[in-house]
T-cell receptor, first 116, second 113 residues
Framework: NAGVTQTPKFRVLKTGQSMTLLCAQD?????MYWYRQDPGMGLRLIHY???????AKGEVPDGYNVSRLKKQNFLLGLESAAPSQTSVYFC???????????????FGAGSRLTVL | GDSVTQMEGPVTLSEEAFLTINCTYT??????LFWYVQYPGEGLQLLLK?????DKGSNKGFEATYRKETTSFHLEKGSVQVSDSAVYFC????????????FGSGTQLTVLP
């Protein structure tokens, strides 16, 4: 099915380890986003990209890096994981706008990361 | 900056009860407003949207009206079903190049048979 695919779905890390979350979309969307979801806090934007080769910081970027070398992929990296990064991570993508002028995001199923 | 405030959960209702989940926002300009729903173990899905004042978004029996005068976008459904049990997020998108969404904290809804 067309959509947004995130890998892995689950991962347990030890403090200080590194890892990369992969997001892939097959809808030719220009915009891609990484959010984290924590209890009682909704979703907070980590980083985003408005096109291939571009990235920008969101609300909570510290401790994360991203890359968008291909239009369909958006990678989220943790260089040195910390327990505070235990969360559920969601990738999303969108066109610049749709016919109504809105910007509807399509989300992946999420990646649950635990840092011990 | 932009912000979204949702009513605190969790909300527990019996099947066929009336549902209201309050949402108010703070934003510059004229934002677009959204309700997203997250079913257990899944990502968020768009439920409905409204792009200008007095617009009413609707889908699957849910409705929300964009009220600029009260900066609100309350979600309503006349008769909830067990299958509506999920977490509901209010969100806005205002101007800017990123076009990202700002989300509320989410409201957990449980519908009992």
């Amino acid at each position: 099915n067309a959509g947004v695919t995130q890998t892995p779905k689950f991962r347990v890390l030890k403090t200080g380890q590194s890892m990369t979350l992969l997001c892939a979309q097959d809808m030719n969307h220009e915009y891609m986003y990484w959010y984290r979801q924590d209890p009682g806090m909704g979703l907070r934007l980590i980083h985003y990209s408005v096109g291939e080769g571009t990235t920008a910081k969101g609300e909570v970027p510290d401790g994360y890096n991203v890359s968008r070398l291909k239009k369909q992929n958006f990678l989220l990296g943790l260089e040195s994981a910390a327990p505070s990064q235990t969360s559920v991570y969601f990738c999303a993508s969108s066109y610049w706008t749709d016919s109504s002028g809105a910007n509807v995001l399509t989300f992946g199923a999420g990646s649950r990361l635990t840092v011990l | 900056g932009d912000s979204v405030t949702q009513m605190e959960g969790p909300v527990t209702l019996s099947e066929e009860a009336f549902l209201t989940i309050n949402c108010t926002y703070t934003a510059t300009g004229y934002p677009s407003l959204f309700w997203y729903v997250q079913y257990p173990g899944e990502g968020l899905q768009l439920l409905l949207k409204a792009t200008k004042a007095d617009d009413k978004g609707s889908n699957k029996g849910f409705e929300a009206t964009y009220r600029k005068e009260t900066t609100s976008f309350h979600l309503e459904k006349g008769s909830v079903q067990v299958s509506d049990s999920a977490v509901y997020f209010c969100a806005l998108r205002s101007g800017g190049s990123a076009r990202q969404l700002t989300f509320g904290s989410g409201t957990q809804l449980t519908v009992l048979p």
